[in-house]
């Protein structure tokens, strides 16, 4: 008898063992090239069927503008009332806002009655601004008092620094100031225009020497959400206007260009005044137009709009739907995958190859989630290339967003359905039935997330199902952040998950770990 | 290592039945060693608690001196078969035991190889779930010898197979033991072992009843007894009587003498002036030595060991 090869029992050949299992049996293989079909289908076809178009001159139906893009290439409202002139390199600009007054329309109680109230949104804004020229979506930074969010430093539509809360009062003004050393632009804030306390920096890469700096107001849309009488919510926004008083105003620096001095003498052609992003009605005119007054330093503004990222319209990910579908189908050939060994008595023979339990049934969930990955990856690159193609193309004002985050979705996407698949191999070795496990894996993870995307529940018990359940890794498809600066409906059903994308991609994680841990102990401590 | 199997002491419970019982034997290298009992007798949970698929309450199972657990590429130390029926319907014969290879750092060629060897090779590339009783009993084989172990652990490998099978079956253990390999083969019918074994552990109600040589048994159930033939049984029987033998009748024209060795009945007989065709020893089969020994357990206990 010849003597017996030597050899190791290495974790790399209970991994092939394990792949030469899943893609031998050809049902498997077929139902997952079938989810990754899915994916592509369904992606394409309902972004195919998705047409939008917006209404032109004369209430003619025209392709839909390409979204404004700010610096770092999100979507972008840049919307707003502006008293500005030029400032060629370093210099600043000083003001001191007495009011912050504005006007909010309330839905009407005699119909065809406008019904007006005064007040102010929490994100109405009233400042000083730099920005590199009057082109929406253009840098800029600015310092500026909200509604109801005290002083605040923001720059190029994302980055937003709390100054000091509180109100603003002819009683107790806020001194703002605003100051540029090469791309170097610095906040300050002061109660008397005598001791001034920094607010923060921002750095405007490639912003030009010559650049607009002046007033600003603006302010973005009364936003109610109201309980749906069939479970979900509805999301209404309403008119707003915001005015800053300011006074005091001095503008210091290389202002030369515009025939005036020191900026606090005249030169009433040196002001300027544009109301940014202003929508044009169909007759021509301005629709909500801002307005300023002026006297001598003292600057009324009013503004209706908002400068901050732009967080509704059509998301990059609306082409993954399929990825749900997909999902079912994984979850079938992840639990066969490990079923199919007791329905058989294969588990046996298994165990014979690789007694070492643990090791094996590793070996077996990390075949089944890299293969899944790698199956349904280049399916969802598919459908968001091709589908974002063709809504674009449809006229859909897709929000565009940074090819970071693209890629984000993409594989996190297919890392999701990865996940889900471990998820449902442990669920398989621990119930040691087909249909028990696969209405288990469905259950866990496909139900919660319709759920919560359907107008099924309320916005509040929505959230929660995507923090608790493995359905939270949806979040890894979200490629518009919410943003605090920001007042919208962020509610599952409108796409925004409680979570941030790599936390709720954890979540299925962390459940497909302790699944499997569960799994290794039991398969463990049975006799096989 | 050294191609032996040995159980010690081995005691399982399930539920309120006692499946094992203190079993305790070895099986040693170069013999095919039959594993016979009842059904029930605790034959499979040995086989499964020797694999590292149970685990005994007590006692332990070694093979060349390591539990199962801590061997190295399993697969080529032990070879098994328990259930021919454990495969997945939709998988091909060669890639059943393609994955098998695989997991054990073993390629294609050896899987081809082992086709050839158990004569499944044309149907290689079929699914197994189309396969008869006997074709899956030789894959099961085929996954035994993939790895070509010096330990094998058949249970009821002749389960299923048609009579040119079973021919087979015995010739290729056979040569398996004449290779230096253990053997061990279990079964429930001791007429299956007995051209196949050399050894036997002979199990019932979860302990060894005997653990002793083929050749032995069958020496020790004959009881050193005579077979006569003869036309005269009626004038045989006061003869053989009066030398001092019990004579008992057998079928057709046939004695079986006890008390009496074969010499010394041809002497009687003709100094008796019987007439007889044919004297020889009597030789009990297997399966009755097996049921002497099953029906009178409390006699052979321990005798072999």
Known sequence: MRPLPSGRAGFHRLLRAEWTKLRTVRGWVATLATAALVVVLLGVTSAAGSHASCA????????????????????????????????????????????????????????????????????????????????????????????????????????????????????????????????TLTGYESADGATWTRIGTATLAGLPRTVRIGLFATSPGDLTVTQGDLGGSVAAERFTEATGEFDHVTVSGGTAGDGTGDGTGDGVRAWREDDLGATVDPGGSVHHPGRAARSGDSFSVTGAGDIAPAVEGTTAERP??????????????????????????????????????????????????????????????????????????????????????????????????????????????????????????????????????????????????????????FAVQQSVPAYPQVVAHYAPIAGFYPLPPWAGLAVPAGYAALALAAAVLRLRGTDA | MHPTIEVTGLRKRFGRTLALDGMTFTVRPGQVTGFVGPNGAGKSTTMRVILGLDAPDEGRALIGGRPYAGLRTPLRQVGALLDAGALQPGRTARDHLLWLAHSQGLGGRRVDEVLEQVGLGPVARRRAGGFSLGMRQRLGIAAALLGDPPVLLLDEPVNGLDPEGIVWMRGLLRSLAAEGRAVLVSSHLMSELQDTADHLVVVGRGRVIADTGVAELIAAASRGRVTVRTPARAEAVPVLGRAGAAVATGDGDTLVVSGLPAERVVAVLNAGAVPFSEVAAYRVTLEQAYLDLTGGAAEYRGVAR
């Not at chain 1, 329309?105 to 949104?121: F, H, I, M, S």
């Not at chain 1, 588990?347 to 293969?371: D, E, F, S, Y």
Request: net charge positive; aromatic share 4%.
């Open chain 1, 320 to 473: 993954l739907s399929g990825a749900l579908a997909a999902l079912v189908l994984v979850i079938v050939v992840a639990v066969r995958f490990v079923t199919a060994e007791y329905r058989y008595g294969l588990i046996r023979t298994t165990l014979l190859a690789g007694p070492r339990r643990g090791r094996t049934l590793l070996a077996k969930a990390l075949v089944l989630g890299l293969v899944t990955f790698a199956a349904t990856l280049p399916a969802v690159a598919a459908a968001f290339v091709v589908g974002g193609r063709l809504l674009r193309s449809n006229g859909n004002a897709v929000l565009p967003v940074p090819l970071s985050t693209q890629v984000r979705v993409v594989a996190g996407t297919a890392a999701l359905l990865a996940l889900a698949a471990v998820l449902a191999l442990a669920l398989g070795a621990l119930l040691r039935r087909s249909v028990a496990a696969v209405i288990a894996a469905v259950v866990v993870i496909v139900v919660p997330h319709v759920l919560a995307t359907t107008s099924v529940l309320p916005d509040g018990a929505a959230r929660w199902l995507l923090r608790l359940t493995p359905a939270a890794g």
């Open chain 1, 56 to 183: 032109g001159a004369g209430g003619a139906e025209v392709a839909c503008p390409p979204p404004v893009t700010g610096p770092g290439g999100q979507a972008v409202t840049d919307k707003f009332f502006f008293v500005h002139r030029a400032l060629t390199g370093d210099g600043g600009i000083t003001a001191r806002l007495t009011s912050m007054t504005g006007r909010i329309r309330k839905p009407d109680v005699t119909p065809g009655e406008r019904n007006l109230v005064a007040g102010v949104v929490p994100w109405a804004k009233a400042g000083v601004m730099i920005k590199a020229g009057t082109g929406q979506g253009s840098a800029y930074a600015a310092v500026m008092m909200t509604g109801r969010h005290g002083v605040r430093m923001q720059h190029d539509f994302v980055h937003d620094r709390a100054g000091r809360p509180g109100g603003v009062s002819p009683r107790s003004p806020r001194w703002l100031r605003l100051a540029r050393s090469g791309d």
